[in-house]
């Protein structure tokens, strides 16, 4: 280790700090307790720097990985609110409501007949099909962020008191609802 802080400090290496969880690795281990630390850094020098003023780096979450993956941004991450774009999801095919849906909508007369009725149909057949997956696979996903705010927080809790099996039992479950999502 001491050879590479020889090798940061000799090539003028700053550390770029981070936004997000403060380790970006950790082992939970079965009789109770947890390591935590910040293994993986950004660095850039003075020259980098200065080109780079709005560089930031994130601590991601990770759901399959003990480290948490870096995102390096070179101006401050802002998330555009853009309307979001419809895909079919391939899982809808083995629940019966996705056909109903798609027929129910198909069935209707609301469309006049000129060419546009076709495009009409399967706009609002895709608005009925979001609507309808939210409510019938919409859980999953809302249980699975649920999960990973529970998660955020025992981890807290284990790095005060030591003991990670709130931590472990809901990595566990967390790793359920993925399957089912996927």
Not at 33 to 55: C, I, P
Request: net charge negative; charged share 30%.
């Amino acid at each position: 280790m001491q050879l590479f802080r020889d090798v940061v400090d000799e090539c003028g290496f700053l550390d770029l700090g981070f936004v997000g969880p403060q380790f970006t690795w950790s082992k939970h281990y079965a009789a109770g307790h947890s390591v935590w630390e910040r293994l993986d850094r950004g660095l850039a020098n003075y020259e980098w720097l200065t080109k780079f003023v709005g560089a930031r780096v994130y601590h991601l979450h990770s759901d399959s990985s003990d480290h948490c993956p870096l995102l390096i941004t070179l101006t401050d991450l802002k998330v555009a609110c853009k309307k979001k774009i419809f895909r079919f999801e391939e899982m809808w095919l083995f629940d019966k409501g996705c056909s109903d849906t798609v027929e129910a909508v198909w069935l209707t007369n609301e469309f006049d007949h000129s060419n546009n009725q076709i495009l009409g149909k399967i706009e609002k057949c895709g608005v009925e099909l979001t609507k309808w997956s939210r409510e019938k696979f919409g859980n999953v996903r809302n249980e699975l962020e649920k999960k990973r705010r529970q998660l955020a927080e025992a981890e807290k809790v284990a790095m005060e008191l030591g003991l990670n099996t709130r931590v472990r039992e809901l990595k566990s479950e967390i790793e359920i609802l993925l399957d089912r999502e996927n």
